[in-house]
Nanobody
Framework: QVQLVESGGGLVQAGGSLRLSCAAS????????MGWFRQAPGKEREFVAA????????YYADSVKGQFTISRDNAKNTVYLQMNSLKPEDTAVYYC????????????????WGQGTQVTVSS
């Protein structure tokens, strides 16, 4: 069982930055692929980024490549999402997720989810 708690969301002006954190419970954090997803009002949950266990390979949605950076600190059981040059269309609830296998962009393939953190970007 893995419990995930996100933090770091908030209100920011367009062009600003935020760093989201996701703290995980458990002693096997390093064995999990970690992902970030987001869901805007009236839209489906969408993949943002993922980082694999082991070699830490990263994956990004085309919409955030070069803008967001995912990283992990296995010693702290934490995964991060650095978000730069934020745009109003980045406004959403951001969720952290974990799965014990290779990375995938399919939210249905993730076993564990956090409660989400709201990111609002004003124009």
């Amino acid at each position: 069982q893995v419990q995930l708690v996100e933090s770091g969301g908030g209100l920011v002006q367009a062009g600003g930055s935020l760093r989201l954190s996701c703290a995980a419970s458990g002693r096997t954090f390093s064995m999990y692929t970690m992902g970030w997803f987001r869901q805007a009002p009236g839209k489906e949950r969408e993949f943002v980024a993922a980082i694999s266990s082991g070699d830490g390979t990263t994956y990004y949605a085309d919409s955030v490549k070069g803008q967001f950076t995912i990283s992990r600190d296995n010693a702290k059981n934490t995964v991060y999402l650095q978000m730069n040059s934020l745009k109003p269309e980045d406004t959403a609830v951001y969720y952290c997720a974990a799965r014990p296998f290779r990375a995938t962009t399919n939210p249905g393939s993730y076993n564990y989810w956090g409660q989400g953190t709201q990111v609002t970007v004003s124009s």
